[in-house]
């Protein structure tokens, strides 16, 4: 356990509570998040995790933008919480394999990871779920449940046993926002539909 690791534990609790509340400032944590676990990860060994928080960083850039200027109902001016289209699905699940297999490839060939499959899974669900946050797909909290859960397994075996303990409350957190943006998307479809019909 290492200061940088504590601050990232801080700054994690923090994205979360944003990104449970749909809040357009969780991407503001989303960019100093990454900076930090960028570090974190490199000196544990978990080279995948590394290399998807430099994703994470991009990732939450494109997010902000996304959000703020992108994909907006033109009558609000807001992004709506959305389900995924199911003409995504095949697309973000060979995305999934290629990454997968990819990532764990790369591991077991040019580094000294001792957990390749397990890293790499996490990293090519967190790749698909991020980009469905980005993008505010409700499903986008299913892929972060399952992701949460393997790397609490994951950081224990690693000895983090402070970003174990983070991850495990995602977990908890998760499930709580997938009902909670179910609810905000009900309440925004009704409010749609109220305003169209006035």
Same mark, same amino acid.
């Given at each position: ?33 990454? &900076?930090?676990?960028? @570090? ?43 389900? &995924?289209?199911?003409?995504?699905? $095949?697309? $973000?699940?060979?995305? @999934?394999?290629?990454? @997968? ?8 060939? *040019? ?12 990293? &090519? ?28 397994? $994951? ?12 991850? *495990? ?30």
């Amino acid at each position: 356990m290492t200061v940088l690791e504590l601050f990232g534990t801080l700054v994690g609790l923090i994205y979360l509570w944003l990104e449970y509340k749909a809040s357009i400032y969780l991407w503001i944590t989303g960019i100093i998040m990454p &900076a930090i676990y960028i @570090f974190v990860y490199y000196n544990a060994g978990l080279y995948a995790d590394f290399g998807i928080n430099i994703y994470y960083l991009l990732a939450a850039i494109y997010g902000w933008l996304y959000w703020t200027y992108g994909g907006k109902n033109k009558e609000t001016n807001y992004l709506p919480i959305t389900h &995924a289209p199911t003409r995504i699905y $095949l697309a $973000l699940l060979c995305t @999934f394999v290629v990454f @997968f297999i990819g990532i764990a490839w790369i591991l077991i060939e *040019f580094t000294d990871s001792n957990v390749p499959w397990l890293d790499s899974f996490t990293t &090519a669900l967190s790749i698909v779920g991020m980009w469905m946050l980005a993008k505010k797909y409700v499903e986008q909290w299913l892929s972060w449940i399952l992701v949460d859960i393997v790397s609490s397994g $994951l950081y224990i075996y690693k000895e983090l046993y402070l970003t174990a303990g983070l991850y *495990f409350i995602y977990t908890v957190i998760a499930v709580l926002g997938y009902m909670k943006w179910k609810k905000i998307m009900t309440h925004e479809q009704k409010m749609a539909t109220s305003s169209s019909c006035s």
